[in-house]
T-cell receptor
Framework: GAVVSQHPSWVICKSGTSVKIECRSL??????MFWYRQFPKQSLMLMAT?????????EQGVEKDKFLINHASLTLSTLTVTSAHPEDSSFYIC?????????????FGPGTRLLVL | DAKTTQPPSMDCAEGRAANLPCNHS???????VYWYRQIHSQGPQYIIH???NNETNEMASLIITEDRKSSTLILPHATLRDTAVYYC????????????FGTGTRLKVLA
């Protein structure tokens, strides 16, 4: 089946630093990738849609200058949390969608847990 | 906004069928219903999806009502490893095909 990986799986950083999270589709090409954030005991919240070779589309209320998304290839999207603060601590999950057909599902990565001290 | 409503929690005895309902009364004619589950601290796992016909795969069955306003995910013989949060999603049929997650149902399978 389709596999999506994320790196790192967890990261601890100091307040004010930037953190980059990678999302890779390992066995298929993904023209579209999605980034979600999940706080404890809450559902997944879509942050942005990332299309290869173009600018990401951010959901309402998500700061595009805070969460930089780059989708430079068909198998890699990155999320950079800039000037991270403790309130950015969360579980970040990406998903990737194969390009074929209307029914194609999204395949999710294992998530990256970010703790900002 | 999420287009689905689900009960917040359910219990099921191990070995019995787990029936998880989902209401999607505002679904459009060309929108699909997807089911995923999330085991603690992992990414969501795809289970099944459908448009209007009932569907079955090795994991589960999906029953969609004739008016498509609700559906039921059936795990035929629940095991302890099926304990998870189950999400019913109506997928946007716009260009991005994005998912909007609702609150899901926390299923606990009891020994």
């Amino acid at each position: 089946g389709a596999v999506v990986s994320q790196h790192p799986s967890w990261v601890i950083c100091k307040s004010g630093t930037s953190v980059k999270i990678e999302c890779r589709s390992l066995d298929f090409q993904a023209t579209t990738m999605f980034w979600y954030r999940q706080f404890p005991k809450q559902s997944l919240m879509l942050m942005a849609t990332s299309n290869e070779g173009s600018k990401a589309t951010y959901e309402q209320g998500v700061e595009k200058d805070k969460f930089l998304i780059n989708h430079a290839s068909l198998t890699l999207s990155t999320l950079t949390v800039t000037s991270a603060h403790p309130e950015d601590s969360s579980f970040y999950i990406c998903s990737a969608r194969p390009p074929q057909g209307l029914q194609e599902t999204q395949y999710f990565g294992p998530g990256t847990r970010l703790l900002v001290l | 906004d999420a287009k689905t409503t689900q009960p917040p929690s359910m219990d099921c005895a191990e070995g019995r069928a787990a029936n998880l309902p989902c209401n999607h009364s505002t679904i459009s004619g060309n929108e699909y219903v997807y089911w995923y589950r999330q085991i603690h601290s992992q990414g969501p796992q795809y289970i099944i999806h459908g448009l209007k016909n009932n569907e079955t795969n090795e994991m589960a069955s999906l029953i969609i009502t004739e008016d498509r306003k609700s559906s039921t995910l059936i795990l035929p013989h629940a095991t302890l490893r099926d304990t998870a949060v189950y999400y019913c999603i109506v997928r946007s049929n716009s260009g991005t095909y994005k998912y909007i997650f609702g609150t899901g149902t926390r299923l606990k399978v009891l020994a």
